[in-house]
Every structure is written in structure tokens, then in C-alpha cells.
């Protein structure tokens, strides 16, 4: 991408971000938190709310080619569609917006979050966790949906007309894509580890977590924390680097 203007490239990762992670920790909240009309929703209730959390943070980010997740970045920067500068801005601004949406999130549901007795329950609004907790499988699970997200993305972008990789020539329905992407990775690759796929979404509402006010809600649990980041970001790497080859064969 060329002549960008940074600060509006990190606005709009930053807002982008901040959507994603408000309307997605927010269906979570739905779901898992006492007395809300979609409590017990389910798994695919989350599944979905997901998708379209990504639908809508894709398309107010469009200047800054949607990223909103630091495993994209990184493919992004190994197949030199972004710069190293790029990068980093775009990490930094994922970070402070995943961090805002959740606080968001809480806002608006902490009447719901004061009545829930389960402080796991509070910490799953925020942030992942395994449903057998091993951290070299729970990491292998990570990578692996990563992995599609990313390389689909970029086979996405072989029909597209852009330079980062969100699809092209689809109007506003340009997001539809991804979002339907990150239901099927949930739906299918999501039971393990609840499918973080992105280090932001996870990492920013664990700070949240930890920072915020929240009657009862126990540990961040962050002797699991990395693993929702070196996942993703492996993924988004092994991603890239097999796209050149294997898409060519498509």
C-alpha cells in the first residue's frame, strides 16, 4: 500500500478492532453471563455472532485494509503486502482497540457480570481457554485454524482487486467472505481451545480483564495466555509462506 497515511491507517485498525472485539465478546457475554435473553444461546450462537463481529470490523476498516488481527499482519508482511512499519502500527492499534471494545463490552452488560457467580464464565466473555487444558495440543489447534484463516484469506484475495487481502469487488458485501470464514473455522476447528485465531482479540480483553473493576471475576489465567498469541501468529506465518506455492496450483 502506498502514499498511507499512518495515522489513519492506525485509526482504522484501531476502530476496526474495537468493533470486532465489542460485538464478539459481547455475544459471548450474551450467551454465558446470568439473566440475558441469550443465555445458553450455545456454541454456534457464538459462532455466528463472531462471523458477523469480523463482518462489521472488516467495513469500517477498509482504509486500512482490514487486517484487525496481528496473525494477518504478520502473513501480510511476509508476503510483503505491508511494510514493517506498517506492522507495527497495525499490531499497536489491534492491541488498544481489542483492549477498548472489551471494556465496551463490559460496560455494557455489568449489571449482568455483577449477578454471575462463575468467575470462569466472567473470564470467557474476555478471553479463550481450553476445554482440556494442554498447552502443546491447545497450541497446535491455534496454529492450525490460524493457518485457514489466513491462507483463505489469501486465496480469497486471488479473486479480489485489493492489496492486502480482504476479498475484492464485492461492494459492501467485501467482509461477507471472512466473516462466513470465521464461522466455519468455529463451527468446525472451534471446540478445543474456543478459537481465538487472533492475538489481539484475545491478548486486549485479558488486559481488560484484569484492569477492569469486575465483582468476583478470580484469575485472567494467564499461565494460558500465550498460547492464544504464539498460535495465531505462528499460523499466520506458516500461512504465508505456503500460499506462493500451494495457491498456485489452484
Not at 501480510?76 to 463490552?105: H, N, P, R, S
Not at 480482504?166 to 468455529?186: H, K, M, N, R
Not at 492475538?199 to 484484569?210: E, F, T, Y
Not at 469486575?214 to 500465550?226: C, N, Q, R
Request: aromatic share 10%.
Amino acid at each position: 500500500m502506498t502514499d498511507i497515511n499512518l495515522g489513519l491507517y492506525f485509526l482504522s485498525e484501531l476502530v476496526g478492532t474495537a468493533m470486532l472485539v465489542l460485538l464478539g465478546c459481547g455475544v459471548v457475554a450474551n450467551v454465558a453471563l446470568a439473566r440475558n435473553k441469550g443465555y445458553g444461546g450455545g456454541f454456534l450462537m457464538v459462532n455466528w455472532g463472531w462471523g458477523l463481529a469480523v463482518f462489521a470490523g472488516v467495513l469500517v476498516s477498509s482504509y486500512s485494509g482490514a487486517l484487525i488481527n496481528p496473525a494477518v499482519a504478520i502473513g501480510m508482511l511476509i508476503a510483503e503486502k505491508i511494510d514493517f512499519v506498517m506492522f507495527l502500527v497495525a499490531v499497536a492499534a489491534e492491541m488498544i482497540g481489542a483492549i477498548l471494545g472489551a471494556v465496551l463490552t463490559w460496560a455494557a452488560y455489568r449489571q449482568h457480570f455483577d449477578l454471575e457467580e462463575d468467575p470462569a464464565n466472567k473470564l470467557g466473555v474476555f478471553s479463550t481457554g481450553p476445554a482440556i487444558r494442554s498447552y502443546g495440543h491447545n497450541l497446535v489447534t491455534e496454529i492450525i485454524g490460524t493457518f485457514v484463516l489466513v491462507f483463505v484469506i489469501f486465496a480469497f484475495a486471488d479473486y479480489g482487486d485489493i492489496e492486502i487481502g480482504t476479498p475484492g469487488a464485492l461492494g459492501p458485501l467485501t467482509a461477507l467472505p471472512v466473516a462466513l470464514l470465521v464461522v466455519g473455522i468455529g463451527a468446525s476447528l472451534g471446540g478445543p481451545t474456543g478459537y481465538a485465531i487472533n492475538p489481539a482479540r484475545d491478548l486486549g480483553p485479558r488486559i481488560a480483564h484484569a484492569i477492569l473493576p469486575i465483582k468476583g471475576k478470580g484469575s485472567s489465567d494467564w499461565a494460558y495466555s500465550w498460547v492464544p498469541v504464539a498460535g495465531p501468529m505462528i499460523g499466520g506465518a506458516l500461512a504465508a509462506l505456503a500460499a506462493p506455492l500451494l495457491l498456485s496450483l489452484a
